[in-house]
């Protein structure tokens, strides 16, 4: 069946996509407004389409926003949750990229973690890696070093981490290699995030949901302060 969204979600979402976009000066004020205006007007519009098709378009004069609702993964319970991704109509190109994902091995939790974070990453263009994808990789350990060596930048989620800390030494090595990475600090851990970590990029997150919707928001200034992107033109909507 498919997932159902309602016009205070989709607003929401769309104002804290805005909002952000606005903060990290990836959006003017007056494209901020008028965007918001457009969204305001054809809200129960948009409602329709995303919860017959989920899909829908927003016009903007010579451009136009497409809208998709996906469905996110809770770890454990296998519940879902709505996700929502907007691109800009166009077709310009950008650098392909590479990010690592280092997570506890544990499948309630990187199943759902590497779901939500496709979603997130390939509408910027990012493919998503991980360590023991490849079955001829010889050696856990250097597989490790060799796909962060390899990749662009990183995400690490110290989900339940407390009794195995592998992760830390994950970001170690990403440290050590110079590579970009964001550390994804779970507020349920009963260990707090090691002192030395404290002033990396950390996002603090009570659910996927929380982490997804961050992430979506705030990865184009991420990939810019990080130098990865010069500017961050949007994908073609199709």
């Known amino acids: 069946m498919r997932r159902r969204t309602n016009r205070s979600e989709v607003r929401r979402y769309f104002r804290r996509w805005l909002d952000t976009a606005f903060r990290n000066n990836l959006m003017d004020r ?29 016009d903007l004069g010579s451009r136009y926003l497409k809208i998709f609702l996906r469905e996110g993964r809770n770890p454990s319970s296998g519940s879902g949750f709505n996700l929502f991704e907007i691109q800009w109509s166009g077709n310009e190109h950008r650098k392909e990229l590479r990010c690592f994902l280092g ?33 001829a990789a010889v050696g856990f350990f250097n597989d490790i070093i060799e796909k962060i060596r390899g990749c662009d930048f990183c995400i690490f989620d110290n989900r339940l981490t407390a009794r195995k800390p592998n992760v830390y030494i994950e970001v170690g090595i990403a440290y050590v290699l110079g590579k970009p990475f964001i550390l994804a600090n779970y507020k349920g851990n009963s260990a707090r ?33 990080v130098g990865l992107r010069k500017h961050l033109p949007p994908r073609r909507a199709s």
């Open 193 to 225: 995030i090691p002192s030395d970590l404290a002033h990396i990029s950390n996002i603090d997150y009570t659910s996927y949901k929380d982490l997804s919707e961050t992430l979506y928001f705030n990865l184009p200034s991420f990939l810019l302060d």
């Open 30 to 58: 007056n494209k901020r407004e008028r965007t918001l205006t457009a969204m305001e007007r054809h809200v129960s519009r948009m409602v329709v389409g995303l919860n017959r098709s989920g899909t829908a378009r927003l």
């Open 103 to 135: 997570s506890r091995f544990v499948p309630a939790i990187s199943d759902a973690l590497r779901t939500n974070l496709r979603y997130v990453l390939e509408p910027s263009g990012i493919e998503l890696v991980w360590s023991g994808m490849d079955m």
